[in-house]
């Protein structure tokens, strides 16, 4: 089974909501048998790459917030954050452009290491004090590389605003055509969708559900054709 989760770096939600989703996984008796995959779905796309402001900023500027209702919606994530057994910075983070570590994840993938990579970024930008928006790309090299990636193909990565940018996009429109304007969006075996950070229940029983209602293989053959298997080819017959 394949479950497809479409989130961004700089979405709070995204983080809890991995780790909500990975304990229902981890308890899941065919969990071996399910690929998890992660798609690009930025939240601020109109975002310059050096446009970096305060989170509370942002939170004012988008939702209307004053600075003590922005700073209790962080006090509010980061208790989320806690009851997952995550670190959460409430105070001093940045936001900014995400487009950079999605191709860079995309690169990732290639190389397996995508989850190990996305886990990392989420770590930097929420729990450590060092800015993944401002230190430039050497930051995100530093963080691929402890994410088991080779420090200077990622480099080569960042440095070509090209690579990696269609498969992004794509999967952004991909996103768009199954009806997700927010993240996280969890996809399963793309016949069940599962929409926010919700209790690790629900996806025990989306899992379930998605596991059990599978389709099996319906094989159209009239007996006719021939085939190769691990004994050999069959031969035509005159």
């Known amino acids: 089974m394949r479950v497809e989760i479409w989130s961004d770096i700089a979405c709070p939600w995204c983080y809890v909501g991995k780790a909500r989703f990975e304990k229902a996984l981890e308890a899941f008796p065919h969990r071996d048998q399910v690929e998890v995959i992660h798609r690009s779905f930025e939240l601020d796309p109109g975002r ?66 995508q989850d190990e990579l996305i886990q990392i970024l989420y770590r930097a930008n929420f729990a450590e004090e060092r800015s993944v928006f401002t230190e430039g ?41 199954l009806g997700a304007n927010g993240v996280p969006f969890f ?23 998605a596991w059990g209602n599978r389709s099996p293989l319906k094989l159209i053959d009239d007996g006719g054709a021939q085939a190769c298997g691990p004994d050999g080819c069959e031969v035509p017959q005159r």
Do not use: C, I, W
Not at 76 to 81: H, R
Not at 137 to 164: I, M, P
Not at 190 to 205: D, H, I, L, W
């Open 187 to 209: 996809v399963l075996d793309r016949a069940y969708g599962v929409s926010g950070a919700q209790p690790a229940e629900v996806f025990t029983q989306a899992l379930t559900q």
């Open 48 to 113: 310059a790459k050096g446009d970096v402001q305060p989170v509370l900023a942002m939170l004012g500027k988008k939702y209307g917030m004053s600075q003590a209702q922005a700073q209790a919606s962080e006090e509010n994530l980061g208790a989320q954050a806690a009851a997952e057994g995550l670190d959460y910075r409430t105070r001093d983070r940045d936001h900014g452009n995400t487009f950079d570590m999605h191709r860079l994840l995309h690169f990732a993938k290639e190389q397996g290491r």
């Open 137 to 177: 790309d050497e930051r995100l090299v530093e963080l691929a590389v402890e994410a088991g990636l080779d420090a200077d193909a990622a480099r080569t990565v960042l440095a070509d605003q090209a690579a990696y940018a269609d498969e992004v996009r794509a999967d952004e429109r991909e996103a768009a055509e």
